[in-house]
Structures are given as C-alpha cells and as structure tokens.
C-alpha cells in the first residue's frame, strides 16, 4: 500500500520521545529514522497543531504533534503525535487532511474523556492504528468507533482536475442511469437545465430552452463534469461524417459493453444484433455521412436508432467525428455576409460546429456560402 507504517508518539516523562503503538511493528530502519527526527515528531511549541512533514532514511515522516496542558499530566503536558510514514518519493497531498483531523481528534477526545492517557481506553490503539493502515490502503478511507456514541471517519477526498472550458456548440451528455441522475442533490439551477440536457442540444440551445444565462449554463455543466455524470460530444446532423475508433474492438468482447450498447441504439420495441451494430460502426468512413449510410443500410431493419447509435458511439468513444475546419487564405481581404462576421474564426483552428453556432446556420448552409469562395479551404480533422 501507500503508507508504510502508522504509528503513535508521545513524549515520555522519563524517557522522552517514544513510540509506543506502531502498525506494522517490524518495518526496517523505522526506529533509525526516528531517533534521527524525533525532534520534529516531538517537537516544540511553534508546531504544534501544524503539518509536519520530514524525510529520513528512505522515509517521507508526516504527522501533526499535539499538545495538553493540565497539571494531571507528568511535566504538567502531554504531548502526542499519530504519524504516517511513506515512502521517500510519495506525493502526500492527499492523506495531509487526513492526519490533520486523525490529531485534532484524538486532542479532542482526550480533552473530553482521557482517551489517550487511560488504560482502558488507550489499550484500543493498536486496533485504531491497525485499521486505519489497512483501510487506507484498501480503499482510501476509514471508520473509527470511539466508545457507545460516537465514531471517527476519516477519508481521503481526491482533488478534482480543472474543469474543461465549455463552449456554445457543445453537447452535453448523460452517461449516468436516469437513477443516478433523479437521486442526485441538484440545486435548483441544474433542475432548471437538466430537462434540457438529452444529448443533442448544445450548450446555447440549452441556455435558450431552459431560459438560463449562457454562463451560468456553462458553469452548471462544467459541475455535471467534474462529477462524472456528464461528457461532451458534438452536434448531430446527418451531414456528419464519423470514423470508427481503435476501441471499436471492445464491443466483440466486453458483454457489460455489448448490453449498454443494444438497450442505448435499439429502436422502440427491438433488440439489434450486437453482430450488426459492430458492423455498422466499422462501415462508418472518410467520405460517407450519416444520411449516406443510412440510404446504404436499412437501419431500420437492423433495429438501430441512427441518432442514438451515432450518441452513443461518441459517448463510450468508439467513433470519431471528422469535422471541418475552413481557412480564408487572404485574412486581409472581405468576405460576403454572414461569414464576415466571423471571419477571424476561418483559421483553421475552429470546426464547423462551433462556425454554424456562432451563425445560427446549419452545415449545408455553411457549405454553400463558402463552395465559391477561392480563398477558403476546407480540412477535415
């Protein structure tokens, strides 16, 4: 596992700094690395309740040192520290709340029943600390009965990548159950766009339908991402042209996959073969759209949903959308209405979904306002 070694300072009236639990009890040069740092393991007043965090011996040494002070204790103070030791090179951004919470709490306890000082109670320790090693390195969190009425719970909360930046022609996708989706916590805002949210409205539709900011539609989104109930796909139209994705080879073995894929492209009342629908993806190619491959194949027939088959093959990435990306060659040079307005776009860095948003047109309106234009270019990517 991650941490290599939890265990329980104090500072001892006779003997100084000690360690009197350790989980596991035989990790080697633990005590070597000890004796080198003890001092900031049992450490002075300054740090007190503050992170510490040392390296010794191969070791990365984290704890958080407490101290009471109360007359009943040896040298009126008891000084205390739960410590867990990583390795030299870990990143230990994560368990760092975690240690923090673990020595206020047990300050806590302490102040309130005599937890650590006790015999009674302090002979449960060990198993404390053996819990907590074991649990957090299975699955990152822990549950700490204390006595009768109450209980620690310790977890570590993975920090969250920055959210993608959204744009008007992105579409918006569950890739959640509908269950998952009604159970969730949503404030009213979210509940306002969520109608709205099907997979084929983009971003300025939503905002538009659902009569939200564009902004804070954006912002709703970027939060429906970030916890994983959301991806981004582009626009349908049956112009699109796709191409099938290396993954595409999954569908030949994964049964969990082949089952969401039959139920999610199924027409109403059909259940296509998984056969024909893997055919149907490896058929999709440079030059043939959407419309063209439904005049080819009866899809019907098939059982297949040709807007939700397209959906879904984005979703779970198993096709690419080739898009356009046109490039005026002569930027200095006019260009007739409605792409002169957005001209400083046509530098083949911006697809045509984002161009046909921004003009409120579809592609084939795009196409035949450029097809006579010279100057412009057009390269798929």
């Known amino acids: 596992g991650v941490i290599k070694c939890i265990f ?13 639990h350790q989980v596991p009890d ?7 690395a000890f004796d080198a740092v003890h001092d900031l393991i049992i450490t002075k007043q300054a740090l007190y309740d503050r992170l510490v965090s040392v390296d010794a011996l191969g070791y990365r040494i984290v704890g958080s040192p407490r101290s009471i002070e109360n007359k009943k204790y040896p040298r009126n103070a008891f000084i205390f520290n739960f410590v867990f030791v990583f390795e030299v090179n870990t990143d230990t951004t994560l368990f760092e709340p975690v240690i923090l919470k673990l020595g206020a709490a047990f300050k806590t306890y302490e102040l309130e029943s005599s937890f650590l000082s006790q015999e ?10 053996c819990s907590v090693f074991k649990d957090f390195n299975r699955c990152g969190c822990c549950t700490i009965p204390i006595d ?23 579409v918006p996708i569950f890739t959640c159950s509908q269950e998952d989706i009604d159970s969730a916590p949503w404030d009213l805002t979210i509940q306002q766009i969520l109608p709205y949210v099907n997979g084929f409205n983009h971003v300025k539709k939503i905002a538009e339908e659902s009569e939200v900011d564009n902004e804070i539609v954006k912002v709703c989104i970027q ?37 969401e894929c039959i139920e999610y492209v199924a027409l109403q009342g059909s259940v296509p073969k ?14 043939l759209n959407v419309k063209d491959l439904c005049n080819r194949v009866d899809m019907k027939s098939e059982g ?24 005026f060659l002569r930027p200095d040079d ?14 083949g860095s911006h697809c045509y979904d984002e161009l046909c948003c921004k003009l409120g047109i579809s592609g084939q309106e795009l196409d035949k306002s450029i097809e006579d234009i010279q100057s412009i270019i057009v390269c798929w990517k």
């Open 26 to 32: 035989d990790l080697p040069l633990l005590k070597d």
């Open 148 to 170: 009768e009425t109450k209980s620690l719970h310790l977890k570590i909360t993975p920090s969250l990548p920055d959210p993608p930046t959204i744009q008007d022609h992105h």
């Open 223 to 259: 939060h429906l991402i970030l916890y994983a109930f959301v991806k981004l796909i582009t626009i349908f139209q049956y112009s699109n042209v796709y191409t099938a994705e290396p993954k595409i080879k999954l569908l030949l073995d994964d049964k969990v996959l082949q089952k």
């Open 304 to 327: 297949v949903n040709e807007r939700t088959f397209i959906q879904y093959g984005l979703m779970r990435g198993l096709i690419h959308h080739l898009q356009k990306y046109p490039v």
């Open 334 to 347: 006019s260009l007739p209405s409605p792409l002169d307005s957005i001209k400083s776009y046509l530098d």
């Open 120 to 129: 009674e109670s302090r002979s449960k320790l060990q198993s404390i600390l």
């Open 274 to 287: 998984i056969g024909a629908v893997f055919r149907l993806y490896c058929s999709l190619e440079a030059g």
């Open 8 to 20: 329980f300072s104090e500072f001892h009236h006779i003997s100084g700094p000690i360690i009197s």
